[in-house]
């Protein structure tokens, strides 16, 4: 297991935890609970997405209700939400993609941010923008572990976040390769037990992924 995470905001998303939970928060009112369940089952560092209208109140919960958690924003496309995330406590912003106008504000934003890749040639635009951990999306539909073990040879300053059609079973792949710091899913949210809100069984699978991953790097 990694070492506990430090209160003051972290240098790199990819040394946040091995697993990043990525959480759709359909109602603010489930922020608190959910994040204490997933960072008492050894993922602090929680996504949310900015795709439903309760995303940035969720931050703002977390950030302000559970400080065992690092919680950062996910489907991040826009300067706007850029600054929108950071004022309600993202401590780190994810996007599915980049643009020059999307990079420079996350880099202006003073956190840490992972762009989205899926070729080479994107990796390669952000490496010569002194960018080198980005987000790999989508990981499975975009070559798995087989496209990022191909990248490393030519690209082994690159480290990456797979997300996307991530799982339990296929994560320790991922997590073996030497260019993954840690993978983004949500196979620990599964639709039934959020909307029971059944925060303990959310916790087992939040501890059976952190498990999972110190597993992988320890083969």
């Known amino acids: 297991m990694r070492s506990p995470l430090p209160s003051s905001d972290p240098s790199s998303v990819l040394d ?58 996910g489907t991040v496309i826009t ?45 390669v635009a952000l490496l010569e923008r002194g960018v080198r951990e980005m987000k790999f999306f989508p990981a499975q539909a975009a070559g798995g572990t087989a496209y990022l073990k191909s990248l490393a040879g030519p690209l082994p300053q690159a480290r990456f976040c797979p997300t996307g059609g991530i799982g339990p079973d296929s994560a320790p792949d991922y997590l073996a390769l030497p260019n993954v710091g840690c993978v983004g899913g949500s196979w620990m949210l599964p639709a039934d037990a959020v909307a029971a809100r059944d925060w303990d069984r959310v916790e087992a699978l939040a501890r059976a992924a952190a498990g999972l991953s110190a597993g992988a790097r320890c083969r």
């Not at 995303?55 to 950030?63: Q, S």
């Not at 020059?100 to 994107?122: C, H, K, N, Q, Y």
């Open 79 to 123: 300067p706007a939400q850029v600054d929108e995330a950071v004022a309600a406590g993202a401590r780190f912003l994810v996007s599915p993609g980049w643009t020059d106008v999307l990079l420079e504000a996350m880099r202006a934003s003073g956190v840490p941010f992972l762009p989205g890749v899926s070729t080479a040639s994107e990796v």
């Open 16 to 73: 946040l935890a091995p697993v990043v939970p990525v959480v759709v928060v359909e109602d603010a009112a489930d922020a608190v609970p959910l994040a204490r369940a997933l960072a008492g089952g050894g993922l602090p560092a929680i996504e949310v997405t900015l795709r439903t209208p309760a995303a940035l109140d969720a931050i703002r919960a977390i950030a302000g209700g559970v400080p065992e958690a690092v919680v950062g924003a």
